[in-house]
């Protein structure tokens, strides 16, 4: 069956990616979700970071049971560990058999390891030749330099890369592309209009209750309150700089349950801050914050 | 159309293809309330987060009898998009916040000297900053038939090709490319140099492109795009907007704390970090300090650019410029940068400067 003829509608979507895959979510972000599955474009889904991005693709690649294949972006990252590269050692070892084979002509020889076979596919190739529709995520792009995304717009607009010695490899199912940026540098215009765009922020309240009681197992309905609560305040604090995402909710929430705590106690909050804040200054400004409630 | 041509109007790029995608998600979804409605337009059309969008549609429910609850029918898409203005914020004036050294000193009319608009002079000066911040040598080697022969890469070429390759890889040290942080301080102080800035910003942008552009004052906001896609002259009407919202005098050190905390992996030791400053500061001079020695242990080099070095009689004896002093790598005046004359150098061990009077 056709994979986009699987959902019917945006409600529908929701709440498959809520019973199939745990992933708890509003409907604008189902929509922009469902819009790119039948539009077939790619998504860029910004935000900030531990509020599900990268999990968006995960879950498609699981309720709709693709396989997924994943670019980690980096500084530095080249055309060459993005999209393809030659295998110089097997068309050496060709060159070899074909020079004491003497019914193979020179020209021959010359098209032979220029051919599809001596091409080591990295994931952007590995997507386009992949014969069973799959889910490509490309992460955090916005950590790699801005020319990669030059070497992306010919795939995401036309989902097909051009290779001098080949020409144009043209991809046989179109797989559905998840961009993510943490937001740490502006993207380019023209990657922006080859894609449709969603931005996740901090979920509310009630859905971070909803996340983490399916997230983590045998939470309580008050831990699970006390926790978003203790997430929210942070988020509010704007002397705290990193704050914590729905991951380290989610993390706050499990060292909870596997020290056995029934509630959140300040002294309880004292050992796990570790799990939620992640920079000294953030922690001691945490700590010191407790140390005035108990005072009071 | 009338969606994307509101848009445009709002000073939103919205190309064909976007139109296109919207029409034809708008054609996916069968009910579509105001919340659909706003993802979709979010998801093809605008595209930021930072942008705020009004949606009011235009016919009225009671003539066409039609849906209830916010919801939209097809014929009613021609409905007015409006990307959200700033909304308009009081005068503030510049009171007497700074230390009295400052306040009596006299503020110079930095204006006419900092109203360089000329492209090409622009062009040049920042051409010729890139040039003298793009010296460090990175631990990458590149490859170059000049070069120096580079065995390690040889062999290991020579490897990959099972022994057949004759070639000698030369390779030289990898310049790179320049990269900069620009902090603007848009204080009240400030505000007579925005031509400046906003030039500043423009260039700065257009000439590196892994630049990043700040504003600051009493806290640090992140402006890169708006310098990128406003272009000079709107984007300084942005800043003069930006700076009276602020108010309240400078704290730099405070600003800088937030830089390094928030965007710290913005600078390394490929990043200049420029300062486009008067350095009259309220803040914490403790936290200017060690933020200060932050940044120059931080960055290639942190160059600062003070307005008021255009005045003949102008000596940096503010706390704040005192304080920041010993850890600058050039002190310049907006001339000097822009059209390269002589460019100062501070004199770490003494605390002295060479060179602060007036250009030739």
Redesign the interface.
Known sequence: MDIPKKVSNVDDLLGRLASEADYITDRSTAAAIFLSIKMQKPLLVEGPPGCGKTEIAKCLSKIFGLSLIRLQCYEGLDYGHAVYEWDYQRQLLEIRLGQQDPSVSRNELKHQIYSEEFLLERPILKAIRSKEKSVLLIDEIDRADPELEGFLFEFLSEFQISIPELGTIKAQTIPYVIITSNNSRDLSDALKRRCLYLHIDYPSQQREIEILKRKVKGLSDSLAMEVSDIARTIREDEVILRKPGTAESIDLASTAVTLGADSLSNEILSLVAGSILKDQEDLSRFLSTLKEKNAN | MQITFNLRKSGK?V?V??SI?AV??LN???IIDL??F???L???L????AARFEISVKPSEEKLGGPSNDLIRRDQFASIVTLGAESPIEETKLTNLYSPLETTQTQPDARDRTMVTNRKVWQDGLRRFVQSIATLESHRKMQETSGSVNIRRTIRMDA???G?SALLVRTSERINKAKVVLLCDVSGSMMRAVTFISNLAYWTKRSM??S?IFLFSTRITRV??YA?KLGSSRFESFISRFGKGYGGGTRIGQCFD?LI???G??LDKKTTTVIFSDGWDIGEIDLLDSKMRELSVKCHKVVWINPLLEEVDYLPESMGIQTALPYIDSFLSPSEFILGTSASNVNKDKLEIEVYLNPP
Do not use: V
């Open positions: 790029e190309g293809s976007e995608d034809s998600a996916l979804i069968d919340e659909l706003k993802a979709i979010n998801a093809t605008i595209k930021d987060n990959r090709r099972a057949e492109p892994k990043e890169t795009k990128d937030q905390r928030r965007y992996n913005m």
